[in-house]
């Protein structure tokens, strides 16, 4: 039996965001473990589904029973709130266990913030390190940011990161007061969105007109000088 790992759109409908195939599977699926039933239930609906005929569980501690359907013989669907299962995401430990009691994973086609991220900064793509989420507590984060752009400027190394959008503001100005003036660093926000905005700035250029990030969904990428 196959767990099929299910990207969610960040922005638009079903449609919009998977290919004919991918929503052709997701339509055969009779059981779904989700991060949040009621966002998953829209999206379903919007796949063309029928939820209320659906078997959909809320991913928890008890990774183990959420394999059940596979065990009985019926593929499983796994998605994430938004964009791709399984990175940054609770659905890594659903993924590991089903790899361990021998299922088969297969990943479906669909948007991930984190590579159109990269794709539309222009910051090195050869070498690039998604590190999820910083520290909190303020010098904890500002400690974080200085080993990141160390390594970004010893192995030219695009470094990726998220918060939660509450913080963003806070995590941009920890970035601009610690980072050297030559590192680049671009905010990707509301992608797919017709809000989306996509900026790139050196820190210097960043702190003389800083644009606001506001609560919303957004990826900071950054990327040192080598001769910083």
Not at 49 to 56: D, G, K, T, V
Not at 113 to 118: D, E, M
Not at 148 to 157: C, K, P, Q, V
């Amino acid at each position: 039996m196959i767990l099929y790992a299910i990207p969610t759109p960040l922005g638009g409908t079903a449609a919009e965001a998977l290919p004919p195939a991918a929503l052709q599977t997701v339509r055969s699926l009779k059981d779904f473990v989700v991060e949040n039933a009621k966002s998953a239930r829209a999206f379903l609906n919007d796949a063309g589904c029928q939820p209320r005929e659906l078997s959909i569980v809320e991913i928890g501690d008890e990774i183990e029973i959420l394999l059940t359907p596979l065990r009985q013989g019926r593929a499983l669907g796994l998605l994430s709130e938004a964009g791709c299962p399984a990175i940054a995401d609770p659905g890594a430990a659903l993924v590991e266990a089903a790899h361990r009691e021998g299922f088969r994973v297969v990943p479906l086609v669909g948007p991930s913030s984190i590579t159109l991220a990269l794709m539309a900064s222009g910051l090195e793509g050869q070498r690039f390190a998604f590190c999820g989420y910083l520290p909190r507590e303020s010098a904890q984060r500002k400690s974080r940011i200085r080993e990141l752009e160390s390594r970004s400027r010893r192995e030219n190394e695009t470094e990726i990161f998220i918060e939660t959008p509450y913080r963003n503001e806070a995590l941009l100005e920890a970035i601009l007061s610690t980072c050297s003036s030559s590192t680049l660093v671009c905010v990707a926000a509301d992608l797919t969105l017709p809000t989306e905005t996509i900026v790139l700035k050196s820190i210097a250029e960043w702190r003389r007109k800083a644009a606001p990030v506001g609560r919303r969904p957004a990826v900071f990428l950054l990327l040192a000088d080598s001769a910083g």
